[in-house]
């Protein structure tokens, strides 16, 4: 059974930067898509970013275009996320998860870690 787990949250002033950690385990991650959706207090989760085995192609929310960065090592079994000039409404849960790209681009992979607190203060 694959299981992920993210890290690398915390607290950061407005402008500040971040980068979370996913570690998989019990399955090799190259054969998987990949992704980290995010949600805020009293809001609907959503999709942040997303790429495929080889991160031939990613893709971003518009919200985090030009700040935040995905990317893989499948050797380490790691996915990443920068966040870069992080503002406070990027404060949420960051959830790393992983399945087919058709069904991360879905926004139901089968695959979630259980999230990391990121916090930008104002």
């Known amino acids: 059974q694959l299981q992920l787990v993210e890290s690398g949250g915390g607290l950061v002033q407005s402008g500040g930067s971040l980068r979370l950690s996913c570690a998989a385990s019990?399955?090799?991650?190259?054969?998987?898509?990949v992704a980290w959706f995010r949600q805020a207090p009293g809001k609907e989760r959503e999709g942040v970013s997303c790429a495929t085995t080889r991160s031939d192609v990613t893709n971003y929310a518009d919200s985090v275009k030009g700040r935040f960065t995905i990317s893989r090592d499948n050797a380490k079994n790691m996915v990443y996320l920068q966040m870069n000039s992080l503002k406070p409404e990027d404060t949420a849960v960051y959830y790393c998860?992983?399945?087919?790209?058709?069904?991360?681009?879905?926004?139901?992979?089968?695959?979630w870690g259980h999230g990391t607190q990121v916090t930008v203060s104002s």
């Open positions: 998860a992983t399945d087919s790209i058709q069904a991360v681009v879905a926004g139901i992979p089968r695959y």
């Open positions: 019990g399955s090799n991650l190259d054969r998987y898509a």
